[in-house]
């Protein structure tokens, strides 16, 4: 089987591939190679700034403008988070026929303060969309809502609040989804973010998936994914949360 075959056959299957460690831009390469149709890509890097290490601004935005880029050939819509002193610039980076649709604020409270300053409390994730790209807001209806929607009777589709509130996984919160990655995002963020892009079916790309938050996520909604990390230990963890094995290339 090539290895198309083999993500297709996963998405059949188990509703994930996951994908042995690589680079992000080697996953990419392998999606642009197939015919697989991705909706929506999550870009969830290291954010230049403490762990993980720092790079010259400049090398720093190359990274982040080929991530865009490639994504954008691929995808329909894509998710860039990061603090949001390190990814403001890049409003300005849509790919071409993307615009920046929204600028989405993760705010948590329970930070333990570790400098003598502002306490942190929020990480950016800046929404890229492909001009004419459609949007779901009716999955954030209440039931009444959600039948004047359907019928037709809705004029305005209330979406939700570009601020997500979810406490950050740390001490004893978050201990059901805890998977010991260092910067495992709560599942009540993503999904937020997917049920905006995605609906039943459709096709998530995460190629820095770390824990498998965004596998997690779609399956919990009836969507697939394909997820991969450049890291062999974040690989088991994802394979366990999600009970699959990697496909072997
Ligand atoms: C912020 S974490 C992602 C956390 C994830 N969203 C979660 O909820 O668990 C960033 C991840 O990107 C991975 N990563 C960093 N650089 C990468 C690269 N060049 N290629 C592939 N993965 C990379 C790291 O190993 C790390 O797991």
Redesign the pocket.
Known sequence: MTISEKIKHALDTDGVAILP???????IAILKETDICVNCT?L????NKGF?GELPTSEYDD?ITRLLNQTGEISDLMYL?GFPEIIGPYVRYAPSGFYMAAWLTWYYKNCPSVIRGWRSSQNACLQFMRKGHKLHPEHFLNDEQKEKFESGKMRFVPGPPSVIEAPLIIGFVGKKER?G??????EAV?DKLLLMANQKGDIVF?????????AACAKKHGMKSIV????ED?IQ?IEKRMGVNRIVT
């Not at 190629?207 to 938050?213: D, L, Q, R, V």
């Not at 991969?228 to 890291?231: E, I, L, P, V, Y």
């Open positions: 460690p690589m680079d992000v831009f080697e996953s999550m969830d890097p290291w954010y993980g990274f988070w998977t990655h260092p910067s495992q995002k709560p993503f995460d190629p820095m998936a770390g824990s498998g938050t965004t991969c990390d450049m890291n974040y963890m």
